[in-house]
């Protein structure tokens, strides 16, 4: 019998390993499906042609679901997140002009958060003193995990970042680029692009989104609703052909091939080593100075594929905070329809692969890993910690949008 | 040279709208640009690469810009209509949320357009169809030269097998053909791919 043929876009980052995986080495095969990949330029490409039915799934940023849905969008078209691709795996870089004056009003070299705000925010007011132009950071979309992960440091170190910095939109291969000549002053964006800056002497890691929210999420596999409903069994064989090569993509003894695969000019096309700095966690913060991070990218355990809904109603709560959308319940109840626990839950049952079975959980409540009761074995969840300390309970989400805006 | 321009009558003036269009590929812009401008489109810009486009784009201040789909850049224009409220939101494109069909045939074609709130469907339809045809003619054309210059290559393989059978077997340049044209018959395939056979193997053998 031949196999169902699904259209997946992905953009070139790391985290789009788990679908290239699920391609490359047999496991989209193995549940009967051949999975036609489709390299894409920009988000917006993703998002259009996701809802005009061009892909039938994708790579996606964790909140461009959420925001399609409350039609930030062009398009009319429902968009879930029936699963996600991955935890952390992003990086804030800075030009090494910034970071000089950074490390000089004592930024720590290990990326500690709080600290290393405290000495950003003195360097924007030395800036601001001394009447030189706001630094410019880029991130990839007003809607992604990056923007609201910079967006949450720089506000929790005092910095205002509507009114003290620029944030602009570069897109991810081009980063480095606009770096080195000067056009952004630095940049929060998925791996392996800050690597590369480094790499280039151009730039230096100053702290990571896993270290500014631990165990973060990021992309997530988006599709039309619309498709989801007509094609059940498409999908549910996808995400168990995704998750399978997710905990591929995690196994040390695997990375290598990884990174390779990842590398060719028809896959992401950048260098190998860089990729499996990433993969490994043995980041460079500068060139030639490695720095041993664990879990710094979880393509599959801690429960990293599992959609929360919390999750989902965090990105929500950001986008609220920066003015993106007005708070209505109606607002927050599409977005938490966004995230899709259960599909994902259906998909995986039987198939001893633990899934949780709760759909929703307070963020920043664990400080160290936990293990948990699931659904199909046990799960070990956490550290999620905030670094400012902040939880989130997605059942007083009111609140929290309420103290934010204050 | 002095080129001589209709008379524009104010109305048509009022109806004219000015658009930008953003393209890295210089001759595919120069194709749509000739497109618009055949149209009756007078004020078209063209923006070929992305430095300062947010500057150009705030000084145009156009009803209408047209982007290639494939422009990495999408996501920073994107960006910038929000911020600048220049072209309102919901901004992105294709004119009508409800037109399916129209927006499908505008993917398809490459090309994305954004428009400035408030202009009614009838006014940017002509302007898109025109964009969606000029892309495909522009793909179409890529497309013949890289069947003609595959062809080109074809030819050459074909030549190359040509010769090593006159060489090796002492055939006449028709007899050599004749051959591959029968073992091509004779196994289904193309004659091409039994001359790059022989030449591979020819290759491999050695001189």
Redesign the interface.
């Known amino acids: 019998m031949g196999l169902t043929q699904i259209v997946a876009g992905y953009v070139p980052l790391l985290d789009s390993a788990v679908l290239l995986a699920a391609e490359e080495f047999g496991f989209a095969e193995s549940e009967g499906l051949h999975l036609h990949l489709v390299r894409e330029?920009?988000?917006?490409?993703i998002r259009?042609?996701v809802a005009?039915?061009?892909l039938d799934v994708a790579h996606m940023l964790g909140p461009m679901p959420i925001s399609a849905n409350l039609?930030?969008?062009?398009?009319?078209a429902a968009v879930i997140a029936p699963m996600a691709l991955g935890l952390g795996g992003a990086a804030i870089t800075m030009s090494m002009a910034v970071w000089a004056a950074m490390a000089e009003a004592g930024a720590p070299e290990d990326g500690s958060p709080g600290p290393v705000g405290a000495a950003l925010r003195e360097v924007v007011l030395r800036r601001h003193r001394a009447g030189e132009p706001r630094l410019r950071l880029a991130v990839?979309?007003?809607e992604s995990a990056h923007n609201y992960a910079l967006r949450y440091w720089l506000a929790a170190s005092g910095i205002d970042p509507d009114r003290q910095v620029d944030i602009?939109?570069?897109?991810p291969?081009?980063q480095a680029d606009a770096l080195a000549a000067k056009r952004t002053d630095g940049f929060c964006v998925g791996e392996p692009y800050g690597s590369m800056a480094v790499a280039r002497g151009v730039g230096r890691i100053v702290t990571t989104k896993g270290q500014i929210w631990q165990m973060s999420p990021d992309k997530v596999l988006g599709t039309r609703l619309q498709w989801a409903q007509r094609y059940p069994e498409q999908l549910a064989a996808l995400l168990r052909a995704a998750t399978r090569a997710a905990r591929w993509c995690e196994d040390p003894t695997n990375h290598s091939a990884l990174a390779g695969m990842l590398a060719r000019d028809d896959r992401l096309g950048v260098e190998g080593d860089l990729l499996l700095r990433a993969i490994t966690g043995r980041l460079e913060f500068e060139a030639g100075k490695e720095h041993a991070m664990s879990e710094f990218f979880v393509p599959y355990s801690r429960a990293a594929n599992f959609p929360w809904v919390s999750h989902a109603l965090w990105f929500y709560s950001q986008m609220v905070r920066w003015g993106q959308v007005a708070h209505k319940p109606e607002h927050a109840a599409r977005a938490a329809a966004s995230y899709r626990p259960d599909l994902y839950r259906a998909a995986l049952s039987g198939i001893n692969m633990p899934v949780p079975g709760a759909s929703s959980k307070i963020e920043g409540a664990l400080a160290e890993p936990t293990e948990m009761g699931a659904i199909g074995g046990r799960l070990t969840l956490g550290p999620d910690m905030f670094f400012d300390a902040a939880q989130f309970d997605p059942d007083r989400l009111d609140d929290y949008i309420a103290a934010q805006q204050s | 040279m002095n080129l001589v321009l209709p008379q524009l009558t104010s109305e048509a003036m009022a109806e004219s709208l000015s658009i930008l269009l953003i393209d890295d590929n210089a001759i595919r812009a120069s194709i749509i640009e000739a497109g618009l401008r055949e149209a009756g489109h007078a004020t078209v810009q063209i923006v070929t690469d992305m430095e300062d486009v947010a500057g150009r784009i705030r000084a145009f201040a156009p009803d209408v810009v047209i982007v290639d789909?494939?422009?990495?850049?999408?996501?920073?224009l994107?960006?910038?209509f929000?911020l600048s409220r220049t072209i309102e939101?919901?901004?992105?494109?294709?004119v009508d949320?409800s037109d399916?069909a129209e927006?499908?045939a505008a993917?398809e074609a490459g090309v994305?357009a954004y428009v400035v709130d408030g202009l009614r469907k009838e006014r940017i339809k002509p302007i898109l169809d025109m964009a969606i045809v000029r892309f495909r003619a522009y793909s179409r054309l890529r497309n013949e030269l890289e069947a003609a210059r595959s062809e080109l290559q074809g030819r050459k393989i074909i030549e190359r097998a040509k010769g090593i059978l006159m060489r090796t077997r002492g055939f006449s340049e028709e007899e050599a053909y004749a051959l591959l044209r029968s073992t091509a018959m004779n196994q289904n395939r193309k004659i091409l791919e039994i001359a790059q056979a022989l030449v591979t193997a020819s290759e491999l053998l050695g001189p």
């Open positions: 330029t920009s988000w917006a490409n259009d042609r005009i039915g061009h039609g930030l969008t062009p398009l009319d990839v979309h007003p602009v939109i570069v897109p291969p081009l | 789909l494939e422009n990495p850049n999408r996501d920073v994107e960006h910038f929000a939101r919901p901004i992105a494109m294709f949320k399916p927006i499908e993917v994305s």
